[in-house]
């Protein structure tokens, strides 16, 4: 298996971080922009996109703060990969951004970037930041 390598990315998001939290850590609100359906059962998250799933184990989550999930294909090869959401609110201006951390293949990191890209503008638009 080729070593994925791991990318990071930030977006400022206008809304609460209470309210950012709810869209990342629930079903329900990963539901709205993440994918077409999410369900879970304890630490098991589903993933439904146009009626394929993926499933993803949650790893930690920090109320308020962040969410860390691994896919279950990739906890099944024994990697140590991970994509993590995490809130941060700038002490100065206030500014809530939300930060992303995930891997990719070395010839798919930019198509990973324009994929949370897009999701990301999806939450935006729920949230009414767009």
């Given amino acids: 298996m080729d070593d994925k390598e791991k990318f ?6 206008h809304a ?3 309210l950012l939290y709810q869209y990342i850590s629930t079903p329900s609100g990963l539901s709205e ?3 077409d359906n999410v369900n879970s059962r304890g630490e098991m998250f589903t993933f ?6 993926e499933q993803a184990k949650l790893l930690s989550k920090k109320s308020g703060e962040r ?4 896919w279950l294909s990739d906890d099944e090869d024994g990697a140590s990969y991970y994509f993590e959401m995490r809130i941060q609110v700038d002490e100065i201006t206030k ?8 891997y990719a293949e070395d010839d798919e ?3 990973a ?6 999701q990301i503008s999806g939450l935006k638009q729920v949230l009414g930041s767009a």
């Fill in 48 to 53: 439904i996109w146009d009626g394929s799933e």
């Fill in 67 to 70: 969410i860390k999930f691994r």
């Fill in 16 to 18: 609460s971080p209470s």
């Fill in 109 to 111: 990191v930019e198509e």
């Fill in 113 to 118: 970037k324009m994929l949370w890209e897009n």
């Fill in 8 to 13: 990071e990315m930030e977006f400022v998001v």
């Fill in 33 to 35: 922009w993440f994918a």
């Fill in 95 to 102: 500014d809530v951004s939300l930060m992303i951390t995930d």
